[in-house]
């Protein structure tokens, strides 16, 4: 039985862009019958009740435009960030509807917006991209407001679908969100992404790993990151900081995940549960969430040379079996299972303690780190979980 494959984007989003240029090999691997979805992204914001972009920290906002060249970089496409960005997109998405060719049309007003970096709220830009790919452009353009209630319409559904952003996949009525989630979806659909071509092994490779006992994300990174350095021979280093301290610097709400639409935060849990499996993790929320991670930090960075295995015992504790890592008596517990002194919890207490972890989120601040977990490579920082795969080919083996 062929599967299907919704695609739905919005032309204003790059990173739908970026999926554009690749989800119809995808489909074409696995035999999928894909199905293009049109719909207007402002439509789903303002039903969702707001922006993101409007709300970014620019922290964020750097981080996400540097995510979005090394998608580019990664998938050797074109990417011109078109002057005046966003641009309305509601007559090319109406021109679209109103083809009898939905891809054809989509990939044409894709290429005009971000691999020229054309502004399709012009309707002559819009005219001379479908023009370019077979189509009558001014036909179509004329057209376009009879589409008006079928692109509502989708609109609708899409918020009825759980999209909360673009671009996204819709497989067997499972939902996945992003560019960065393709592998998923061609799992989803029964097969096998295509494997990185290896490289050779960089002497000197070294990884900062920055993370807080708070993220669950950076829990998941946690389980993967030491297998990484031992496929790259990379020197790997444990960088705990205080995420609330650096969220209150840039501007991001304590919490995120609390701040999310209530689709968005049902979606986040899904995901982290699928990115567990794949990692054959166990991933269970603390009933104490959110925790307070001040006095565990503070104990790693006194650990010395435990660092590593202390990182991994106390996300163990926190996420795997819901101990209480901020309670003094826990934290000593889990010393002496380690063979660690006790007393290092009596130290994590001091003054030198509590400078160390206030100059390591410093020096996250400045590095600009905009959340855990971070890698820094070569002064290259990596944001994510699921940015594991840039962090090992910029350690030099993909």
């Not at 691997?29 to 439509?43: D, M, S």
């Amino acid at each position: 039985m062929t599967r299907r494959l919704e695609f739905l984007y919005d032309f204003s989003c790059p990173f739908a862009y970026l999926a554009s240029t690749q989800v119809r090999a995808l489909a074409e691997r696995t035999r999928a019958e894909l199905v293009y979805q049109p719909f207007l992204l402002g439509g789903v914001f303002k039903a969702l009740g707001g922006e993101p972009m409007a709300s970014m920290a620019p922290a964020r906002a750097r981080m996400n435009g540097l995510d979005m060249y090394r998608w580019a970089e990664h998938w050797r496409v074109p990417l011109v960030m078109p002057p005046g960005h966003p641009n309305r997109t509601v007559l090319a998405l109406r021109a679209t509807l109103a083809s009898d060719d939905v891809p054809r049309a989509s990939h044409a007003l894709f290429e005009a917006y971000w691999a020229e970096g054309q502004d399709l709220s012009r309707p002559e830009v819009v005219e001379r991209a479908l023009t370019g790919v077979g189509f009558d452009g001014a036909a179509l353009v004329a057209r376009a407001d009879d589409e008006r209630a079928e692109l509502f319409a989708r609109t609708e559904r899409a918020v009825e679908l759980g999209v909360f952003g673009a671009p996204a996949f819709v497989v067997e009525g499972e939902l996945y969100w992003g560019q960065d989630r393709l592998d998923q979806v061609e799992r989803a659909l029964g097969g096998t992404p295509p494997a990185p071509a290896p490289r050779a092994r960089r002497a000197g490779a070294r990884v900062d790993f920055w993370y807080d006992f708070s993220s669950p994300f950076a829990y998941l990174a946690s389980t993967a990151i030491e297998g990484v350095c031992a496929r790259t021979g990379a020197e790997l280093r444990f960088r705990p900081f205080l995420l609330g301290g650096l969220f209150k610097a840039i501007g991001t709400p304590d919490v995120p995940l609390f701040s999310f639409p209530e689709a968005k935060r049902r979606y986040f849990e899904r995901d982290l549960q699928r990115a567990a499996a794949e990692r054959g993790v166990t991933l269970r929320f603390p009933s104490g969430f959110p925790m307070r991670t001040v006095l565990p930090l503070r104990l790693v960075l006194v650990a010395g040379h435990d660092a590593g295995r202390l990182t991994h015992a106390l996300y163990r504790a926190a996420w795997c079996d819901d101990r209480d890592i901020a309670d003094p008596e826990v934290l000593a517990a889990i010393c002496a299972e380690l063979d660690l002194d006790p007393a290092l919890v009596e130290r994590a207490g001091s003054e030198a303690a509590k400078r160390a972890l206030r100059e390591s989120t410093d020096q996250a601040v400045s590095l600009g780190l905009c959340g855990a977990p971070s890698f820094v490579v070569d002064g290259q920082v990596y944001w994510g979980q699921d940015r594991l795969a840039f962090v090992e080919r910029a350690l030099g083996t993909l």
